[in-house]
């Protein structure tokens, strides 16, 4: 198997590369993503251990607000080592006398009253342990949340008076005034966290205390969104006086750049998103306009070698009745101007395609310079009317005029007559040998009209944009013996257009086989002569 040609190779290789510039872009892309994730959540981290050491500070001072100012204070009160001042979180009194047991001056009976006989028992043996002076109950009794406060030592050691007293219903009302006062005292979080750039403060923290239901019995604000939030149960904070409620604490995020170095960084899969899609968008263009080079150069070998082929002919013909000529090889003198007239023919065709190929180039690289003028149509169409006879001659083709006398067009001469000339050429190419083929030319408001009627194959509506194209020829007419370098009718475009023109295909009227080639310039004024 023969190798492939080097250049042939190499789009391959472009293609390639880009692909493996994009996949090492997408790999970059997910290594820059990694490590920001990384460093957020590692920032993460940091705020949440923030935010449970704020927790842990706020239940360590709600426990002793509750358990000192609160449950203890109360207990001296009640038991009449200070004068009564009012309580603040005690209610109805618990008291034991002989085997009975009162609650708010209630005696209670059956299961209420072993229900707290046995708590007051347990009471009383984790004291002797721990040696605290009360204990702490949170519990449902009657269908609701209640809790006790139980003096934990013999009632002599507190008082030689009031030696009934046994405790107290808490009054939960009053828990979040403990709670508001806690959180008032002072930044949960210490100063130096914030690294010397200011105090955080409270600011930035948000406080829900929950009851042993997880009902919320206490917020001090709602949470941030987006914040780091934390549980921390109060347990046996200042002898469990609140086990069983819980915080919930959330730091707000914004407080980062004073708690962490560089703040919570932002996430970049936004911003690496759309590098990938705009880098896999030039490399989808690049690979495009590859494919459209690629397309060029295949379509300016196939114009190469047409445009070869076409020059090819007439040079032959030439050069052949030239050397007919040259050694006297006619036997009439009606022979000797029969090949004078092919040389003609076959010189003006070699002309008509090297205007062709130096039009295409100017055009192409935007050079093309027209002056256009007002003038009458109707005698330069029949001026290549005339010259055009000798080149059809062979084909058999009938040529009809159809013209408006007073049709006038603000027009470059040289333009007009380089187009008409290959509408004709591709007319009398294309359709079949003995054709009629009518030239029109009408006024319409601003603009004239000619037309150019053949009687071949016609062109289909979906591509009758398309054959105005550089390079571009129908299936059809490549598969065919004609030949064709594709652009001749891009020519006519470009001329057309250059005088502020338009042109275009539409079907015969009335209806036949064949084409109706239009091109529209600009009319003259009324007075043009």
Known sequence: MPARPRREWRPVLIVVLLS????????????????????????????????????????????????????????????????????????????????????????????????????????????????????????????????????????????????????????????????????????????????????????????????????????????FPGGVTVRVPFGETYGGVLAGYSTDLTLDTRAAPLLVSGGLPASRLPFLLFLLVLSAGFTAAAILQLRRERTFLRLREEFIASISHELRTPLTQIRMFAETLLFARTRSEAEERRALAIIDREARRLSHLVENVLVFSRASRGVLSLSPEERLLAPLLREVFESFHSVVAARKVRLRLDLDENAAGRIDVDAVRHVLLNLLDNAVKYGPVGQEVTIGLRRCRDVVRITVDDQGPGIAPADRDRVFERFERLTRDRESTVAGAGIGLAVVRDLVVGMGGRCSIEDREPAASGARFVVELPAASESTP
């Open 20 to 223: 493996l510039s994009v996949a090492a872009a997408v790999l970059l892309a997910l290594q820059v993503q990694f490590a920001v994730a990384g460093h957020r959540e590692a920032t993460v981290g940091m705020l949440r251990d923030d935010a449970s050491l704020a927790a842990e500070e706020f239940n360590r001072r709600a426990g002793a607000q509750v358990g000192y100012e609160g449950i203890a204070q109360d207990m001296t009160s009640l038991a009449g080592e200070t004068p009564s001042g009012g309580t603040r979180i005690a209610g109805a009194r618990l008291e034991v006398e002989g085997s009975a047991i009162r609650l708010g001056g209630e005696e209670l009976r059956g299961t209420r009253r072993e229900w707290m006989a046995r708590h007051l028992s347990a009471a009383v043996t984790q004291g002797k342990t721990s040696q605290r002076s009360f204990t702490v109950l949170h519990t449902f009794l009657d269908g609701r949340p209640r809790s006790f406060a139980f003096l934990t030592r013999p009632i002599a050691e507190i008082a030689n008076r009031n030696a009934s007293i046994a405790g107290f219903e808490l009054r939960l009302e009053t828990l979040p005034s403990f709670f508001a006062s806690s959180l008032a005292g002072g930044p949960l979080l210490p100063a130096a966290l914030a690294k010397g750039k200011e105090n955080v403060g409270n600011v930035f923290l948000a406080v829900a205390v929950r009851d042993p239901r997880q009902a919320v019995a206490f917020r001090s604000r709602a949470p």
